[in-house]
């Protein structure tokens, strides 16, 4: 039985950088498996897959089971439930409308939804950079009792009106909280401003332009997660429970993307390197705040983690949803690299080597 676990609901970053404790000869053989390995035989997690790209070059690493049942590792490049990496798909939107004229970072939210925050004084930029104060609905799901949300949908407005039971964290502008709720509100401008939905406009605008054919964010009632794909796992009375498939509206704008490693480290590289953004808006981005990620120098922009990895500055997101865990996002030399588990909630150590794996894609090699 696991007794130490970590619910995460849309996700927030992962926390603590630390070095794997795999056996010496198989680090120095492997760091990326061996990395791996120390999530799947010492953490316990059912399946781990990184999935690395250096130029034009593609590497896959698997360790454990991708279906306990039968004992298949992960399907090479599967769908699975990317969490909150939604957030910097999000982020991409708006400050695409903001490279067109149509939204301003530092206007008030009030300028383009009028009456849904009682603090009129929020901005654009203090909802992608989670400094507005918004309570976080996900703090209210019944998440010990995820049976309870496999079809519960919502609409965001109802995400937004949870959040505002509770008063404000600060005053906005003053501090840094991590709320899936400015990411619900940011969802609901985008589409205010476009007129479309907002799964249209990333399709629209970053899924077609790019090819990621794999990826797209289900609309209410689309609960069931296209093949191939590793079986998703929440532990439920210490057993590993299937949850693939499943409403995830209740996380939209914060957390509910499907996509495949590919497509993500497709999707980072392009973003860092500057084809979804004009430079202005990519360095608006790219200028973090100090933010309580558990890992010394860590920082947040707009959608975009900075974390210090050995060697160098990783740029991406952590995800996190029933059934899946990831961290996705781009190295040094524009390495880039996801590596996803299919379990969430995760035990506690866990945490700590999906950050080790990650420093290992990256770093090995450099």
């Known amino acids: 039985m696991r007794k130490s676990v970590r619910t995460v609901a849309a996700g927030t970053l992962v926390v603590l950088l630390a070095a794997t404790t795999a056996a010496p ?31 034009h070059r593609t590497r896959v690493v698997r360790s454990g089971a991708g279906d306990v049942t039968t004992g298949k590792p992960f399907p090479r490049n ?5 969490g909150s990496v939604t957030k910097s798909f999000v982020a991409t939107v708006v400050l695409q409308l ?13 300028r383009y939804l009028p009456g849904l925050l009682p603090d009129r004084r929020i901005t654009v930029r203090q909802l992608l950079q989670h400094t507005s104060g918004l309570y976080n609905y996900t703090d209210d799901l019944p998440l010990d009792d995820p049976e309870q949300l496999r079809h519960r949908g919502a609409a965001p407005a109802e995400l937004v009106a949870m959040a505002l039971k509770h008063p404000a964290l600060f005053a906005p502008g003053t501090s840094w909280s991590y709320s899936n709720t400015n990411y619900v509100v940011a969802g609901m401008l985008a589409e205010r401003v476009t007129g479309l939905p907002l799964d249209a406009s990333i399709a629209h605008r970053i899924t077609r332009p790019l090819g990621l054919r794999d990826t797209y964010l289900p609309r209410r009632g689309d609960e069931e997660l296209p093949a191939p794909h590793a079986v998703g796992y929440v532990p439920i009375g210490g057993e590993p429970a299937d949850f693939s498939d499943y409403e995830t509206t209740m996380a939209w704008a ?28 990519l360095a608006e981005m790219r200028r973090t705040v100090p933010a309580e990620l558990g890992v010394p120098g860590a920082r947040y922009g707009l959608g975009v983690g900075r974390i210090p990895l050995s060697c160098g500055e990783f740029w991406g997101h952590e995800g996190g949803i ?3 865990t990831n961290l996705a996002g781009v190295g040094p030399g524009g390495r880039r690299v996801t590596v ?22 990256v770093c090995s090699g450099q």
């Open 25 to 55: 000869a198989l680090a120095a053989a492997d760091p990326v498996r061996a990395s791996l390995d120390v999530l799947t035989a010492q953490d316990g997690v059912p399946g781990a897959e990184a999935v690395l790209q250096d130029g």
């Open 254 to 281: 914060a957390g509910g993307l499907v996509s495949t490693p590919a497509d993500l480290d497709r999707f980072y590289g392009a973003l860092f390197g500057g084809q979804l953004l004009r430079p202005a808006q």
């Open 322 to 324: 029933l059934g899946f």
């Open 78 to 82: 599967g769908s699975f439930r990317a």
């Open 340 to 361: 996803v588990l299919n379990e969430n909630p995760t035990p506690v150590a866990a945490n700590e080597h999906l950050l080790a794996a990650t420093d290992a894609a």
């Open 98 to 110: 903001a490279g067109e004229g149509r939204v301003h970072l530092d206007a008030p939210v009030e």
